[in-house]
């Protein structure tokens, strides 16, 4: 732990603290709104990160992502909605789920050879095979969604996801802090060279002794866990899931969007990815409304935009590039 | 279970299948030479969709008779973005030109979206309800001239590629890339022509869809899937496997809605994508690489 913090110069431990510290305080004088969307960004720094981990170091492009975040939150909320198992234990049984599809997808990509598109392209399609099985359930709740009531009388239970903003907000401050610094240790661990090694050349590293197909279902066991804990805490903030948008291509964008204008492969690049699109997302919507352009779609063609030209100006996204700016490399 | 209803579904299945067949044609060519995966390529297709809708509607033109300027129009379109923006992509990362893409793919759908709302748009053909009787058979006549054109449009760039000098050239860059430059071929504008060709097939592909579905952005992204699908399985950068591939899930499709329901029609199309991805992962008719 001491080295991590070691990585960073000083210069930037100063803003990272000070930043932390400012999260960590801001809920006194944020009003309901502006708590929503740093409760939305906590989230997509998180998920984000989780996703990192598998294309930003391991190299494996997954575009699947809501399979985990959606088979996470769908598992947590019938456990909760038909046996009232609260969501604390929910989300392991959530993550086992999760992680056992992430391990058939893997263990069919990489035992198979299927790589690049080819592996996307199977993360598309066990998204879209399960978010059609869940249309065509009746215990889910078929396409009409499941809802959480959100009943008065339990409102302080923290310990069963029952709660306002407040315990959302503190809840993903830690998520977010965490998944980025479980990023971290895993980045200078003996794993986290092997993932690089694979993503540079896989050839190479299988000539050297690196265990490929190993290193590649971790990466892919701890993102899909990760993803899945974010879909928990996400199903049980809105209190609903509807297999069209749980399991939606839309929602896997979605997960990518930060690590990508971030940056994709960093630490930090999930949380400035977040920072940056979501509060210009809700902003962009807020002026739309306001001159009454407020068509459905404007949002969404506001973030293709900003993916084309991100990828066509910063293809390795906005944090190296703000990071030389601030003068917060390290000196080697 | 009566034959003649099982036949019946299975030429639906073929007819439909056809177009398909088209539309992922466009996407094979795009791959096969470019090398660039058309993530937006569904998106293109409902374009074409709505084109031949505003043609029907405001001038009366038959889809059959606007296939052709919206080709002719989509060429250009896809000339144009292969040089201006896809050409810096060729020979980066395939997840940088994935990301391209898809963020062009969510600017037309949710364009598509904010110009046209959710409702889908039908185009009513004067004999959209007719069909054709042979014996016990009834095969609906929109979807036989559909399909007919779709084999057409087919024939004509199979023809092209293979009897034209400007087709002989992008083959040439598909096999040897640094042979082709080293012979002196323009490789930039080949590429650009063959982007265009690729869009030109999903222009007509998308113009003769309106004869079995309505114009509609929801139908975007399950046509891009479709498209990539029908490609894997019948073998990508083969054309004559586009044509197979889209005709065994038109099949597939058809007999799926037919014997289980028709929103798990695509289940089975998946299942087949995974299916051909482990055990035959260059495809129907691909060659091994």
Redesign the interface.
């Known amino acids: 732990m001491s080295d991590m913090w070691a990585a960073i110069p000083p210069r930037g431990r100063i803003v990272l603290a000070m930043l932390l510290a400012l999260l960590l305080v801001a809920p006194a004088v944020l009003d309901r709104y502006l708590m929503s969307v740093l409760i939305l960004i906590f989230y997509f720094a998180f998920v984000g990160q989780a996703w990192n981990i598998m294309?930003g170091y391991a190299g494996q492009?997954s575009?699947g992502h809501a399979l985990y975040a959606g088979l996470g939150g769908y598992v947590a909320a019938l456990l909760w909605f038909y046996f009232g198992i609260g969501p604390w234990i929910g989300v392991f049984a959530g993550v086992a789920v999760a992680a056992a599809f992430g391990a058939v997808i893997g263990w069919?990509g990489f035992r198979?050879?299927?790589q690049?598109?080819?592996f996307?392209?199977?993360t598309?399609?066990?998204a879209?095979?399960t978010r059609?099985?869940f249309?065509?359930m009746a215990f889910t709740g078929g396409p009409s969604g499941l809802f959480l009531l959100y009943d008065e009388h339990r409102a302080g239970e923290w310990w069963n996801l029952r709660g306002g903003p407040m315990l959302f907000y503190y809840l993903g401050l830690i998520l977010a802090a965490g998944g980025a610094l479980l990023t971290a240790w895993l980045s200078r661990s003996r794993l986290g060279y092997q993932w690089l090694a694979v993503r540079e050349d896989q050839e190479a590293a299988l000539s050297l002794g690196v265990g490929a197909f190993r290193a590649k279902m971790i990466a892919v066991l701890i993102s899909a866990s990760m993803t899945a804990i974010g879909g928990v805490f996400l199903a049980f903030y809105n209190n609903s899931l509807f297999p069209s948008q749980a399991f939606e291509?839309?929602r896997s964008?979605e997960i990518?969007l930060a690590p990508?204008i971030g940056g994709l492969g960093t630490i930090f690049g999930p949380i400035i990815g977040a920072f940056i699109l979501t509060p210009l997302g809700e902003t962009l919507i807020a002026l739309t409304a306001k001159f009454g352009l407020d068509?459905?779609?404007?949002k969404?063609?506001f973030?293709?935009?900003?993916?084309?030209i991100i990828?066509?100006l910063r293809?390795d996204g906005v944090w190296p590039w703000l990071k030389r700016l601030l003068g917060l490399e390290l000196k080697p | 279970m009566n034959l003649a209803i099982v036949l019946n579904v299975v030429i639906q299945g073929v007819l439909t299948g056809l177009m398909y067949g088209l539309m992922a044609l466009g996407l094979s060519v795009i791959f096969g030479v470019v090398r660039v995966?058309n993530f937006a390529h569904g998106e293109f297709a409902v374009v074409a969709m709505y084109a031949t809708y505003l043609l029907f509607v405001g001038l009366g033109l038959d889809p059959l008779i606007s296939l052709v300027p919206i080709a002719i129009a989509f060429f250009a379109i896809g000339y144009v973005l292969q040089i201006t923006?896809v050409h810096?992509?060729v020979g980066?990362s395939?997840?940088?030109q994935?990301?391209?893409l898809?963020?062009?793919?969510?600017?037309i759908?949710?364009?598509l979206?904010?110009i046209f709302g959710?409702d889908a748009r039908p185009t009513n053909l004067p004999y959209s309800l007719d069909s054709f009787a042979i014996g016990p058979l009834f095969i609906d006549t929109a979807r036989v001239y559909a399909a007919v054109a779709a084999l057409l449009v087919s024939a004509a760039l199979f023809a092209f590629f293979r009897y034209t000098s400007t087709g002989t050239a992008i083959r040439a860059c598909a096999d040897n890339l640094t042979g082709a430059g080293v012979v002196g071929l323009n490789v930039k504008r080949l590429y650009a022509v063959t982007f265009g060709i690729g869009l030109a097939c999903v222009g007509a592909a998308g113009a003769l869809m309106v004869t079995i579905a309505d114009a509609s952005p929801s139908l975007a992204?399950s046509f891009t899937?479709l498209a990539?699908?029908i490609v894997?399985i019948g073998g990508l950068g083969s054309m004559t496997g586009a044509l197979i591939g889209g005709v065994l899930i038109g099949v597939s499709e058809a007999m799926a809605s037919f014997f289980f329901?028709p929103?798990?029609k695509?289940?089975f199309s998946?299942?087949l994508?995974?299916a051909v991805?482990?055990l035959r992962?260059q495809g129907l008719m691909g060659r091994r690489a």
């Open positions: 294309m492009l575009l069919l198979f050879g299927i690049g598109v080819y996307a392209l199977l598309i399609a066990f879209e095979f059609i099985a249309d065509n291509i839309g964008i990518i990508v068509l459905p779609g404007t969404a063609v973030y293709g935009l900003t993916l084309m990828i066509t293809p | 995966v923006l810096r992509f980066r395939e997840h940088e994935f990301i391209l898809v963020g062009l793919a969510i600017i759908v949710n364009g979206l904010m959710p992204q899937l990539f699908t894997i329901a929103s798990m695509s289940m998946f299942a994508l995974v991805l482990v992962p």
